[in-house]
Structure formats: structure tokens, C-alpha cells
């Protein structure tokens, strides 16, 4: 399935919403692109929606740890919210789950911002 997405920000962060097979394909560089924009404009907690993602590969893992580090590189934090429970076992197998900050939604991620 190809991989599609959307991005939005408010006060709290900036949004990556993505639809399909993050597998690191032509659209990696420009999801790097969109968390580098992010950056410069001084962004420190960005949010990845996985809600629509069915598989990761290796290289979609690899994506979202280049992401991570342009984040923690600028003192920011990259956040995963919804992912599916194939792609949470994946976190866990691979141990993610220790590095990344999971939350079951966008909703749930605002509430603890704002707390």
C-alpha cells in the first residue's frame, strides 16, 4: 500500500499523519524533509500518527530513528501515537517502545502536554 501523508502543528507540537506501508520508499527523504522543517521553525515535540500505518520495514524503523535524533539533536522529542497492534509488537521486538514515547492517540498525547 503506498504510503501517503498529512501534517499539521498547533501550540503543542507539529503532526505527522500517515497513511499506508512506511517502508522507507521515495517518501522517506520527504518525511526527514517535513521533521527537519519542523525543526528549523523551532518546533520541540512532534507527533507521528500511526493509526493508518499497516506494516513498518527496516527501513521505515530506520526513518523514524533519523527522525528522533534530528529531534533530540535540537533538545525536541518525537512522540508515535495509534499504532495498530502489529506495529506495537514491533516496537516492542525491536525495543522502540523503550526510546520512543507511545501514546494510544493524538488526544491523549495533547491531554498530557497540556498537563
Do not use: W
Request: hydrophobic share 40%.
Amino acid at each position: 500500500m503506498k504510503l501517503t501523508y498529512n501534517t499539521s502543528k498547533d501550540e503543542l507540537a507539529h503532526y505527522l499523519f500517515i497513511q499506508g506501508d512506511l517502508i522507507g520508499d521515495e517518501v522517506g527523504p520527504k518525511l526527514v524533509e517535513v521533521v527537519s522543517d519542523a525543526v528549523e521553525e523551532g518546533a520541540k515535540n512532534f507527533v507521528v500518527d500511526l493509526s493508518e500505518v499497516r506494516y513498518i520495514s527496516s527501513s521505515g524503523i530506520g526513518l523514524l530513528i533519523t527522525m528522533l535524533t534530528k529531534m533530540r539533536n535540537k533538545d525536541g522529542e518525537v512522540y508515535l501515537t495509534a499504532p495498530s497492534d502489529h506495529v506495537k509488537k514491533l516496537l516492542i521486538i525491536t525495543k522502540l517502545n523503550n526510546i520512543f514515547t507511545v501514546f494510544d492517540s493524538v488526544e491523549e498525547f495533547k491531554k498530557s502536554a497540556i498537563n
